[in-house]
């Protein structure tokens, strides 16, 4: 027993503490009599718990407004206007009716005002910061409806579903315009595992649902039988695009993976950027284990030779670390999987694929062979054997200009990362949230939702999201 006791979280000692729970309690029996069972006085002790940090919540917010003549904001003075306003803000137990007047920039006419309450607080999006993180985070892995679910269900206050997707939408795309920083902010903040021993890296791509402008020249025309009362909207279409996907992953000396960082952008987003990222972290790795290998494992695809060409570009010179560049060797057996199930019985009953992974494992030499073996059996196919012909041309294909980046037994050897499932991982981590059913996107929501769901999966989510809420809160002070 005594080995899964557990320590009190409060002490019990604590007297003002135990005067709270008293009081709870009397207003529990009070509100709801006597006759309840133990989950229903939980149930009611939490509703009165709400009760009283809203009111907290809302005298906190209030005792931020001022109605000072003028205001001082990051050096420069506002001045008070006189027509009353008010503001409505989501609170994680609740809406708040805040009064505050506007304030415009001293000698500007007709500009944009200010809320100083807003400043003071750091609002994001008319929610308070704490709910604006926790929704945030949330959002990384679950739709608005979900969302709000999951808030009224653990007893939070939830804004309603439209308005949330709309707060939610606006401050992801701004924390993706922000995501170099706030990746170097969780750079700075975050401790690295110990004994990095290697690290590898690599891109993919996924398919998405987008949205995209029609031509409405050649819009199939609408079938309505009575008038549309609105403007309709512009025509479009749904059409799959390849987003961009990336990873670092750091191993220990037994090659047993420590830390995965994962990063993800829209297709119409300029590959370079994601590649500077993948780099920037793999070269702040470097700065505390300048000895580690470094990987560079993706599949053979022309388009994702950006990120080899950007960590050459940019690792420290210091560092004295070559990048590996390899053919990820899932996807090369690939290749040689199909010649096998094209040109052998069925069944293999040869254990030709057995035999093409060990010979690449045993020795770096064995692609060369392999690539003579399969030029020498597409030789002698006859032009009538289309499906075996198709299958050796496609092997040898894919490996004649990529030989150099299929030698993989030497690294094996030392227990060295040789294949891109932490790549292909990420790719399906982020379908997942994505790629349901009947969804769609249009590039900055999309772009905002791949970077919430990259922080949150890389575990950064709370060193930048401390960095992004700083933005929001400025120092306001009286004029006078």
């Given at each position: 027993?005594s080995s899964?006791a ?6 019990p000692?604590?007297?003002m503490?135990c005067?709270l ?5 009397e207003e529990v029996l009070r ?8 989950e229903q ?5 939490a509703t009165?718990?709400?009760?009283m ?6 005298g906190?917010l209030?005792?931020?407004?001022t109605?000072?003549e ?20 989501r609170?994680r137990?609740g ?7 506007l304030y415009r920039?001293?000698?500007?006419h ?10 003071h ?17 949330l959002s990384?892995?679950q739709t608005?409806?979900?969302v709000?679910?999951?808030?009224t269900?653990?007893?939070?206050g939830?804004p309603?579903r439209a308005?949330?997707e709309?707060h939610v ?5 701004e924390m ?6 706030l990746e170097?902010?969780a ?6 595992p ?9 891109m ?10 029609l031509?409405?020249a ?18 479009s ?6 987003a961009w996907n ?6 220990d000396?037994?090659?047993?993976p ?6 993800a952008a ?11 990222r993948?780099?920037?972290?793999v ?8 000895g ?7 599949d053979?695809?022309?388009e ?11 690792l420290?010179?210091?560092s004295?670390v070559d990048v590996?560049d390899?053919?990820?060797f ?10 096998v199930?094209?040109c052998e ?10 035999w093409?992974?060990?010979e690449?494992l045993r020795?770096?030499?064995?692609i060369?062979?392999i690539?003579r073996k ?7 196919l006859p032009s ?12 040898l294909?894919?490996i004649?200009t ?7 037994a030497?690294?094996?050897r030392?227990?060295l990362?040789?294949?891109?499932g ?7 981590l ?13 590039p ?8 919430l769901?990259a922080l949150v999966l890389?575990?950064?989510?709370a060193?930048?999201w401390a960095?992004?809420?700083a933005?929001?809160?400025?120092d306001?002070r009286?004029?006078?």
């Amino acid at each position: 027993m005594s080995s899964i006791a557990r320590s009190p979280r409060v002490d019990p000692s604590n007297k003002m503490l135990c005067q709270l729970v008293q009081s709870v309690r009397e207003e529990v029996l009070r509100r709801y009599g006597s006759e309840l069972t133990f989950e229903q006085r939980r149930d009611a002790a939490a509703t009165i718990t709400a009760d009283m940090l809203w009111l907290d919540e809302d005298g906190d917010l209030r005792s931020l407004v001022t109605h000072a003549e003028e205001v001082v904001v990051e050096g420069k003075r506002y001045r008070r206007l006189e027509q009353p306003s008010s503001g409505e803000y989501r609170g994680r137990w609740g809406a708040h009716h805040v009064q505050e007047p506007l304030y415009r920039l001293e000698g500007v006419h007709n500009g944009p005002t200010i809320k100083p309450v807003e400043l003071h607080a750091g609002i994001i999006e008319n929610m308070t910061p704490d709910l604006a993180r926790i929704v945030g985070e949330l959002s990384a892995e679950q739709t608005s409806r979900q969302v709000v679910a999951t808030l009224t269900t653990v007893g939070l206050g939830s804004p309603s579903r439209a308005p949330l997707e709309k707060h939610v939408k606006r401050m992801a795309q701004e924390m993706g315009e922000q995501v170099d920083t706030l990746e170097e902010a969780a750079r700075v903040a975050e401790t690295l595992p110990a004994a990095v021993f290697a690290i590898s890296c690599g891109m993919d791509r996924g398919a998405v649902r987008m949205v995209e402008a029609l031509d409405p020249a050649t819009a199939a025309p609408t079938q309505r039988s009575e008038p549309y009362e609105r403007t309709p909207p512009p025509p479009s279409e749904r059409r799959y695009r390849m987003a961009w996907n990336g990873s670092t992953t750091l191993y220990d000396v037994f090659g047993k993976p420590l830390r995965t960082f994962r990063y993800a952008a829209e297709a119409d987003s300029a590959p370079a950027d994601l590649a500077r990222r993948v780099s920037a972290d793999v070269a702040w790795v470097l700065k505390s284990y300048p000895g580690s290998d470094v990987h560079c494992i993706q599949d053979g695809a022309l388009e994702l030779r950006v990120l080899p060409d950007m960590l050459v570009k940019t690792l420290p010179a210091n560092s004295n670390v070559d990048v590996v560049d390899l053919v990820d060797f899932k996807h090369l057996t690939g290749y040689l999987d199909d010649v096998v199930d094209a040109c052998e019985p069925p069944g293999d009953p040869h254990d030709l694929k057995g035999w093409y992974r060990a010979e690449l494992l045993r020795d770096d030499g064995a692609i060369d062979r392999i690539w003579r073996k399969l030029r020498d059996q597409g030789k002698s196919l006859p032009s009538s054997a289309r499906k075996k012909r198709k299958a050796v041309a496609a092997a040898l294909s894919y490996i004649r200009t990529r030989k150099t980046r299929m030698r993989y037994a030497s690294h094996y050897r030392e227990g060295l990362p040789i294949g891109s499932g932490a790549t292909e991982n990420t790719v399906w981590l982020m379908q997942q949230r994505v790629k349901r059913a009947a969804q769609s996107w249009r590039p900055p929501g999309l772009r905002g939702v791949l970077v919430l769901r990259a922080l949150v999966l890389s575990e950064r989510w709370a060193a930048a999201w401390a960095t992004y809420a700083a933005t929001h809160r400025k120092d306001v002070r009286s004029a006078a």
